[in-house]
């Protein structure tokens, strides 16, 4: 049959084409896969090596001149389409000892996860947090953010994080808005550093608290008390087989994602951990805090430190060995396969 029609069959092809008209069943095995099949591939960004670029960049364009002077991790296989996974961005952003990153704000929600460095701080929507190594922070959408590193205690270092959006998602849907600050580089401070810890962290909320919004009231959630979470129910908790001992941060306000569009983790892996494979469709970045291991994705192992990021896309089978404790953060676009009604996820082995 196919041979007997195989030319009929291109002239219809070529003759709906002007009519922007294309035959489903020459693709239907691609749009309706029996199983995932991203174009994404397993990477791994070790920062030592790419620190100098970070660095070099710091030299030849200003925080200012730049608005975010960010180095983009592009997945291998999309490249020019400044995402490390289909739906999930991520960025190395560098903020030297006195530069201001202007306020602005956009549809797109972000995350910052500092790596290297202490005395830059962000202000969200009024209120500015002082960055540690380890801190995780959010900024909603549409709120106003600027950055600015003044140094604390005596120190003046360059400082750099993970910036991680949801910016391929915003562009998948067409719904992205961005305004600079007209007025200013940076938007004023209204509330004293600690203001929303004080109103929501601490497992209680101002009574007439009647917020609208999706995203975490508590923008900043400090190293410290994260480490130590962990640490505790290493001590007292069975050791998950898969995962060690894994957290996510939430919305205190809802117990929802503290980002709606973004899944965020923090897990531990005790030393000599050696973790069995699971697999899951959200896809994953992650970025290393302490000690060092080995992460298997896919095909592919990589032997992380602290500081290094690597992603895991959809569905590659993906197992850790802890050569020392290991503190881990992580994030993934969990939270729209769930509200879709389509996150799989598989414990294998
Ligand atoms: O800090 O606002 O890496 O708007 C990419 C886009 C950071 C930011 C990025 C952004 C930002």
Redesign the pocket.
């Known amino acids: 049959m196919q041979q007997q029609y195989g030319q009929e069959r291109q002239k219809l092809y070529d003759d709906i084409r002007p009519q922007h008209l294309t035959p489903l069943w020459e693709v239907l095995h691609a749009l309706v896969p029996p199983q995932p099949m991203t174009p994404c591939v397993p990477a791994f960004w070790r920062y030592r090596d790419i620190r100098p670029y970070l660095m070099a960049a710091g030299k030849l364009i200003t925080a200012e001149e730049a608005v975010?002077r960010?180095l983009i991790l592009e997945n291998p296989a999309l490249p020019g389409r400044s995402a490390i996974t289909q739906s999930l961005?991520a960025?190395l952003?560098l903020i030297l000892p006195g530069e201001v990153?202007p306020s602005?704000r956009?549809v797109?929600s972000?995350l910052r996860f500092v790596i290297d460095g202490k005395g830059a701080y962000t202000t969200v929507a009024g209120e500015r947090t002082t960055m540690h190594p380890g801190d995780f922070i959010i900024?909603p959408s549409w709120t106003w953010?600027d950055?600015g590193n003044e140094g604390i205690d005596g120190v003046s270092e360059p400082v750099v994080w993970l910036?991680g959006?949801d910016?391929p998602m915003v562009r998948f849907f067409d719904a992205g808005f961005a305004e600079n600050d007209a007025v200013g580089k940076s938007q004023p401070v209204s509330r004293p550093e600690g203001s929303s810890h004080a109103r929501f962290g601490a497992n209680m909320a101002p009574v007439r608290h009647d917020r609208k919004g999706l995203a975490s009231p508590i923008f900043s959630y400090p190293y410290s008390r994260t480490r130590e979470a962990l640490h505790t129910l290493a001590r007292e908790q069975d050791i998950d087989a898969w995962e060690g001992v894994k957290l996510k941060y939430i919305n205190p306000a809802t117990g929802g994602w503290a980002i709606p569009t973004l899944a965020t983790f923090m897990q531990f892996l005790p030393k000599g951990f050696a973790g069995k494979r699971s697999r899951s469709t959200d896809g994953t970045v992650y970025c290393v805090t302490e000690g060092a291991g080995i992460a298997h994705v896919g095909n592919e192992r990589f032997s992380f430190g602290p500081q290094d990021i690597f992603v895991v896309p959809s569905w590659a089978p993906l197992s850790f060995e802890a050569h020392q404790d290991v503190v881990m953060f992580s994030y993934s676009d969990r939270p729209v396969h769930e509200a879709l009604g389509i996150l799989r996820e598989e414990f294998l082995d």
């Open positions: 975010r960010v961005y960025g952003q990153a602005h956009h797109q972000a900024t953010h950055h910036d959006l910016i």
